[in-house]
């Protein structure tokens, strides 16, 4: 029994057939967090009621055993609450903040059956695209640890990789899923905006900000998302929509795609900005679908070249809005002013959130409340969110004609830590294949596709759907994961199978 590259619907059966425990494999991940952690720093905080639940379950097997997730341990991205543990969101305005209540998430996963691990390290606030912005340091890539993970779900991503949870929990405002799965070879998926509700997630951007499961492989996905997935009333943004039952209708055309009309996103300006291992990496992948019968053909978004700076005029502006309620007063960092009065209100606040906030949150609020000033709101938020609006009608207008399409999802492979510094034009232009996709509200995931020649670390491919069409996701991938074999594989260091 192999636990370490079983697939969830298996350490399922495994459980269910008394092949193992639920506390036996609880504590098989929390031993690899033990051993492992120390090396990448993924973890922030561990869930010292993981095991008294798994044991629960196990007493109270009957209730459980038929519940989807039963006995999965799952972590989540430090931005998710969860009932008396700490919640940071990778910041020390939260260092100290233990939530009152759970996330909808949560209780979803815990329903199903599910045990939560713990919470992973992210870029503070999830402003960042390499997890070096978090307060409690960096997090390193399993594959090389000169590299980052992405972000700012790279915790959650590097976790998965090296195997110190069955699967993780993150959230993509511009990329923050796709991109440290790619970095990581795992599978990460963004569901269409509303799929998946943000009750008890805390707020980057909220007209951007998305939940998705980070997996190895991609029907882990499918299973966590359909547990995720559905209308919650304490989100006015979540969707009426029915949940498919995508684990059930698994690649229901059976590794028939003949005659699918997939479209290579603006494939010119991608030929000019990637790399030549993901430009490899891409016809590689794009020759195998035309051999399975799809129809491939040249797909253009004159449009998608602005989105990069349509999204951070428009999250940065909803995040100076949403970072606005830590202010020290009822939570969040309070500075010490040593038994003296602050002078004023605004050194109260100046202080509390200059201290709390580190440098890139701040950089993102003082950009937001610009934008967003009187003076300049038509010029720059109002402007933008009307771009915005042309780049969904682009998308559109494109899937009318196809029913996928294939794009990067980052420009190179992993790049090394501090290559690209905060604040640095570099940093911002990583996102540029991901976030066009936030901006629209579409359904998109990453697939592990290959490893570069060069330095062996992982590239993955992006696929973009209509809304709500998550299942031409899943099949595709599949069948890129069946095909390229890269998915499921982690690095060498971390194949020890115990604890």
């Not at 629960?56 to 009957?62: A, H, L, Q, T, V």
């Not at 007209?207 to 499918?222: F, H, K, N, R």
């Not at 690209?420 to 991901?434: E, I, Q």
């Amino acid at each position: 029994m192999d636990l370490l590259d079983s697939k969830i619907e298996n350490l399922v059966s495994f459980i269910r057939d008394k092949e193992i425990s639920v506390s036996e494999l609880c504590q098989f991940y929390l031993d690899r967090i033990e051993k492992f952690n120390g090396e990448l720093n993924a973890v922030l905080t561990i869930n010292f009621h993981a095991l008294r639940r798994a044991k629960y379950i196990d007493e109270n097997f009957s209730r459980y055993k038929d519940r989807p997730l039963v006995g999965i341990p799952i972590l989540l991205k430090d931005v998710f609450c969860v009932e008396k543990m700490k919640t940071t969101a990778g910041s020390l305005m939260l260092e100290d903040f233990t939530s009152p209540y759970s996330a909808e998430v949560v209780q979803r996963l815990e329903k199903a059956g599910a045990i939560i691990l713990g919470k992973c390290n992210q870029d503070e606030f999830a402003m960042g695209n390499s997890n070096e912005n978090s307060a409690f340091g960096p997090v390193l890539n399993p594959w090389d640890k000169q590299f980052v993970p992405g972000g700012s779900s790279g915790g959650s991503a590097a976790a998965v990789s090296a195997g110190l949870c069955a699967a993780s929990i993150g959230t993509d405002t511009g990329g923050s899923v796709r991109q440290p799965s790619s970095f990581c070879n795992v599978v990460g998926v963004k569901p269409t905006y509303g799929r998946v509700s943000r009750y008890g997630m805390i707020a980057y951007a909220s007209s951007l900000d998305q939940a998705g499961p980070i997996t190895m492989y991609v029907e882990d996905s499918t299973l966590i998302l359909e547990v995720i997935s559905g209308r919650d009333g304490k989100d006015s943004t979540s969707s009426q929509k029915e949940v498919p039952k995508w684990s059930f209708n698994r690649n229901p055309r059976k590794g028939n795609i003949k005659n699918l009309k997939v479209g290579w996103l603006n494939r010119k300006y991608i030929e000019k900005s990637c790399s030549l291992e993901v430009m490899q990496t891409l016809e590689k992948v794009e020759k195998f679908l035309q051999s399975c019968g799809a129809v491939m053909q040249d797909v253009s978004l004159p449009l998608m070249e602005m989105s990069v700076p349509v999204y951070y005029l428009v999250s940065t502006s909803e995040a100076s809005s949403n970072l606005a309620r830590y202010d020290g007063v009822r939570y969040g960092y309070r500075f010490d002013f040593q038994g003296n009065t602050p002078n004023s209100l605004e050194e109260f606040y100046s202080r509390n959130r200059g201290m709390g906030f580190g440098h890139e949150v701040k950089r993102r609020i003082i950009m937001g409340t610009y934008c967003l000033s009187s003076g300049y709101y038509d010029e720059y938020y109002n402007k933008a969110s009307q771009i915005r609006r042309q780049i969904r009608d682009q998308f559109l207008d494109a899937f009318s004609g196809v029913s996928l399409l294939i794009a990067p999802v980052s420009s190179s492979t992993p790049f090394k830590l501090g290559e690209n510094p905060a604040g640095s034009l570099d940093s911002y232009l990583v996102d540029s294949f991901t976030v066009s996709a936030n901006l629209a509200g579409l359904p998109a995931l990453s697939v592990p596709a290959g490893f570069s020649p060069l330095n062996g670390l992982p590239i993955g491919v992006q696929l973009i759907a209509p809304h709500f069409d998550e299942q031409t996701l899943f099949d595709v991938a599949s069948l890129i994961q069946n095909e390229m074999k890269a998915a499921g594989k982690r690095p060498d260091v971390f194949l020890t199978k115990g604890g």
